[in-house]
Structure formats: C-alpha cells, structure tokens
C-alpha cells in the first residue's frame, strides 16, 4: 500500500516537470536592470515566435500632483496563492502589486500606502506585430457618431492605431472599459473613474493603459475562443437581465416619423395620432 501511494506521488512529481508549461503556471515578477515586468503564462495565449506563452506588463506607474513616478524594480516579494509585491518609495509611501490567479484568468491590483494624493495609475502591456483589438465602444472610432462615417474613412473594428478616453461623451457608443486580443486575452479594468486605452500608438509594441484613482484592478481574462472572453466578462460584470416575453415578438421599427395629410393608398388622415405610426398600426393589424 505504502509502495502504491510512493509511486503515485512520484509519477505526479514527474509530470509536473515533464509535461511542457506545468512548471511555469504561476505568474511571477521579473527585473532587467530598473525595469519591472509582471509576466502571466497562459496555454490559451498564442506565443511570441522563441518566446513561452504569456503577457508582459510593464511600464507600472502612479502619478501625483508632482509628476510620475515609477513602481520600482526591487520589490520584496511574497509567494503563496496570491503573488505580492511591495516597495517602499523614498517618500515611505508604500506600493503593493499583488496578483492572483482566478482559473484561467489573473486578477492584478496596484495599491499604495498612504493613497490620499494619487491621481492615476497605469500600465503596459506587451503587443505583437500583427496583434488585433477590439471592444470598449459600439463604434469604429471614439467621439461623435458622425466621426464613424466620415468620408474617407478607413478605420475598421481594429482598435491598433487608437486611442480610446473610458469617458461619456455626446454619442451612442456606449462605453465599456473592456476589450480582447487576438493573442488570445481580454482586459476588464475594474473601475469606474475616467481613463484612456493607447492600442499602439505612443509605442508599437504596446498597450498602454491608464486611469485615475487612488488605485487601479484588473483582470486579465485567457481563452483561445473569442466567444469565451466576451462571455468570462459577462459573467464578471453581471449579465443583462432578460427582456419580457413580449420583447421576442416581431418587432417593426422606423427611424423617424412624419405627420402626412394621407395614408399610403391616398386615404385622407385627420386622426389625432402621428399618420406614419397609425399606419404602422393598423397595418400590422391587418395582417396579423
């Protein structure tokens, strides 16, 4: 029985230094020189050519009245379930990075000790050549409605080249601080403070993320299924509440409406009612 169990348990021990990306699961914090860099490994990610799969953020920052200040390299770090970092600033301030792996997603929070005069806090995250972007907003560009049909337009649902401000504006965009990559990952900054999305456009190997507050939580969602992503945020965001059963019924919809002195076969209307929407009614009446 002993000798069963022994055996188990060493097989185990094999498979987990055996088996490609067994050993390197777990996220993990990474310094070149005053550079610091979260690396979060993921089967689901499409790698890098030569490199494993996994996302680099890097970049980390929060800013003061007195300018940005960079979340330094040397950290103490803490390993457990949750990765943890902290660094004491020359101010004494304290800054905590911690990490937690959630299934196939992360979720990364950067915090500091005391907070009162912070204003925003960012970060990086890496981006490959060919890497495409979408979600945030129902439209191909941010700003007005008109922007998305000016002529001479070539932007697409391809956010890379975009910048997009995580603010309500004049239009019907509806925006949503979440958006998912080709790679294989969706981003839910879990906030709702202003901020601004850079796919790209300040630095070609990198989106740049950016929010005010006192501090800064994301999750970074893995799924090589794009349907995946958009249903793992659902269900942390809170899915929608269903519509009555009526709202399945066929629906007719017209975009505007206009007072006209007949019907469409040169009946004469003196109705009290808008004639386009009597007519609407009345037709759908007829024919059931």
Known sequence: MRRNVLVTLLSLWFALILVPGCASTK???????D?????LPSDDLTPQAGQPALLRLDGLFFETSAGRVAVPADLAVESGGTLEGQARMPDGRVVTISVKPQGD????????????????????IDATE????????????????????APGIE??????????????????????P???????????VKTDWPGVFDFCVDDPQRVKIEFEGPSL???????????????????????????????YAPWRWRDEHRIRSEYYDGTAWSG????????????MQAYG
């Open 27 to 33: 996220p993990s914090f990474e310094t070149t020189g």
């Open 35 to 39: 550079q610091l860099s979260v690396l």
């Open 105 to 124: 997603s992360y979720t990364l929070q950067l915090s500091a000790k005391p907070d009162t005069d912070i204003i925003k806090w960012g970060l990086a």
């Open 130 to 149: 060919n890497e495409y972007f979408t979600g945030l907003m129902e439209r191909v560009v941010d700003g007005r409605q008109q922007a998305s049909w």
């Open 155 to 176: 932007a697409a649902m391809d956010l890379r080249g975009q910048k997009v401000d995580m603010i309500l504006k004049p239009t019907t965009s509806v925006y949503a």
């Open 178 to 188: 979440f958006y998912l990559s080709s790679r294989g990952y969706g981003v839910f």
């Open 217 to 247: 939580e994301l999750k970074v969602y893995a799924s090589d299924q794009p349907a995946e992503l958009v249903c793992d945020h659902a269900l942390e965001a809170g899915p929608p509440f269903l519509p009555p059963k009526w709202l």
């Open 272 to 283: 009290p009612f808008n004639a386009e929407v009597m007519e609407d009614v009345l037709m």
